[in-house]
Every structure is written in structure tokens, then in C-alpha cells.
């Protein structure tokens, strides 16, 4: 009887499921709403996997108990104490084989690096590093909230403060300011804050574009955000790489998330900073559905190599992919 894996991305807007049989042949694919517990609660958790896993059930044409592993990457799950109440999430969808979850990040790691081992720097919303070396050694930082920088709030926060200086005159001016007084239709910079503070104008993560648009026309001000934000990337690389003790050795550095659509401008800060502690490292963007990782994950778990089948496995799901959305 053949086997069939079941991979899950569960993200804080949105989740996906992927079934793919022993071969990494893609068969199925299924959406859910959002799913991390922070967000939406471990009520909401459950809802987004039974979703998300039920949609790919159905376009697979097979049943529960067909299943013969399954991974899980969920966001919002990064301590030991929340083991627990995510695998009682995970276990409302009626599975009966083996299981593994692990953050999100770890799945993006696994669906972007060659030999499925190395670190992953996410920079969206957010930012958040962990890592993985051969021995499946878990290498993490702490993300939002305890110093850790770079994603497209940071940005946002940055050239809001950049702005306020212009005005107290405690810092240069700024073509930022024109930008956000335009976004929001403010007449002045007292004003914009005001409206700021009191709820009148919303500013936020959506618009780190604009401090990507203005460091491109030359603004030294929003060039020096654009490059303080990849040097805090790579800062947390770094960490990540001296955790796991793999300065010295060849891998991968994969880049997850929508800040890393500003290109070389963040990221050649990041490298540079990266390089200096692992001169081997080599930056590459993540070019496959991050849910691909949770069939890695999965295959691994079931006894079978996941190496050979990882470039089939990609091209099939975006093809599924395509279909689905076409």
C-alpha cells in the first residue's frame, strides 16, 4: 500500500495543507484561515487545521487514516509549554499516524535549504530566526518583542521616528516625511503625530514600501533605516549560526518573507554582517511554498529520505498550486 504525507503551514493570516504521496508527488491542497494561537486562540488553532486539512483530504480523494505521516509548522508556537496544548489542536483532526510539529520557521528552513539543514531569517511583519544542523540541533532567537529587529514594522517605526526628529530638529530632514504626510493627508508633522497618537491616521507595517521608495530616490535618512534593518537580520543569523557551532561549515541562509522584495539594499548589509562570522554561508531567497517543508518533515518522520524527492515535491506543488488558483 502506498504511503501518503500530510504537511501544514499554519501562519498568523492564513494556513495550508499539502498531501503528497511516497514519490513527492503533490495530490492535494487545502486553505485555511489563520491559526496562530496568540492570535486566534487554540480554539482558533484547531478550526485553521481541520480546514485547511479537510480541503486537502478532498482534492486528494482519500481519508483520514490514508495518512501514513505528518508535519506541522505553526506559528506562534516557540516554547516547551506550548507543546502540549498544540499537539491536543493537532489531534482534533483525527489523525491516526505519527506527528511532529515545530515552528513555522523551522518548515520554511526545510522547503528552502538544498540539504535541509542550515538557518532561516524571516523578515516580514515581524522577524524571527531558528535553525537546524545535520543532527536536527534546534538553534532559535526570540523574536518580537526581546530585541530582535528588521521586519517591515521596524521600518515603519523607524522612519516615524526619523520624522519626529526632523520636526524637534534632533535629526536631519527627511523625504520620509513628505511621504507620510502625503499617505495620510496631514497638513504638518505636529499634526501627523498628533493624528498618530490619537487614532486619526493609521500607519503601519503595510507601508514599509515607502521607506524602500524613498531610500531608492537617495534619501540618506531612509537608506540608513533600509541598511540598519539588514544589519539586524544578519545580527540574528549570527546568533543562530553560533548556536548550532556551524561558522565554519558550508549552508544555506535562507531568506523568508516580504521585506526581501527590497533586494540587495537589505540584504548586502545582512550578508556582510552574516559573512563575517561564516564565511561559507551563501544567502538564498525561499523560492518554494513553505507547506513543502511540512512534507519534508513528514517523509523524514516516515523512514524515507527526503533528499531525492525535495525538486519534485516543489514542482508539483506549485503546479497544484497554479491549478487551484487558476
Sequence with gaps: MPSYLLGVD???????????????????????????HEVVGYQGLQVALQSATSHALRMAGLTKDRITAAGFGVAGYDWPSERQPTLAAISSIGLTCPVEAVNDTIIGLLAGASEGWGVAVVAGTGTNCWGWDRDHNIGRVTGVGFGEHGGAGNLVEKALASISYEWTKRGPKTQLTGEFLELTGAADIPSL??????????????????VYKVAAQGDPVALAIIQWA?????????????????ATLDFEVVLVGSVYDMGEMIIAPMRQVILSEAPKARLVRLGAPPVVGGILLALDLAGIDPSPLRD???????????????
Design 10 to 36: 499554519i501562519g498568523g493570516t492564513k494556513s495550508h495543507a499539502l498531501i503528497a504521496d511516497e514519490n513527492g508527488q503533490a495530490i492535494g491542497f487545502g486553505n485555511g484561515g489563520p491559526g496562530n
Design 312 to 326: 519534485c515535491l516543489i514542482k508539483s506543488t506549485c503546479v497544484i498550486r497554479e491549478k487551484i488558483s487558476g
Design 193 to 210: 503625530i498628533e493624528g498618530i497618537e490619537m487614532g486619526e491616521y493609521v500607519v503601519s507595517s503595510d507601508h514599509a514600501p515607502l
Design 230 to 246: 539588514g544589519s539586524e537580520l544578519g545580527y540574528t543569523a549570527q546568533a543562530v549560526i553560533r548556536q548550532l557551532g556551524i
